[in-house]
């Protein structure tokens, strides 16, 4: 890809950043420090409209700043945003980030010898002259399947702290990844960024 435009990953997640830097685009990090609270319900599209208020929540950031500063003008703003969401679901119930032990624990019972989906949201949206003239948002689900784990081995993994920053209590990058038997769909996505998909769209952009 000829890469003319600023590219911009609206997100604080290293793994996201890890995953980007695999398509080969240079990037940029902006954090949207919005609030998440959506008004969907169904997993695909809490992930769709997270993602989009997380996009459009940078590019008003973006656009603001400029004026403020005075270091570009408005007009001379020409960028891509990428909003992304990742949640993990079990039985159609969204499973985030455990508050603590007990609650890791009682995620990991739930995923322990069954199969639960890995939905992420993205939004790419194209800023120019401080207004939005393109956008397009998509998902992806991931089934991943998990063998049944014993108490012991769940408890060994909440001592490890891994589950504690992550949706579902666990990461598949790391030693949970031992229990997983398998997946239907893009690993990636479980990771948290679908980057084949999105390669696919911002070859439309770049």
Known sequence: MNNMKKVIL???SP??????AQ????FSVIVSHMEEHP??????AVVEELSASKADAVARQIAEDCTITGVDTIASVNCLVIGADTIVAADGQILGKPKDAADASRMLHMLSGRTHQVYSGVTVLE?????VTRRQTFHERTDVHVCRMTDAEIDGYIRSGDPFDKAGAYGIQ?????FVSGIDGDYFNI?????SHLYRVLKEYL
């Open 10 to 12: 609206a997100s604080q």
């Open 15 to 20: 793994r996201r950043s890890e995953l980007l």
């Open 23 to 26: 398509i080969g685009i240079p």
């Open 39 to 44: 008004h969907s319900a169904e997993p695909s």
């Open 127 to 131: 800023l120019s002259g401080g207004t």
């Open 174 to 178: 790391g030693h949970f990844g031992v």
């Open 191 to 195: 990771v948290g960024l679908p980057i």
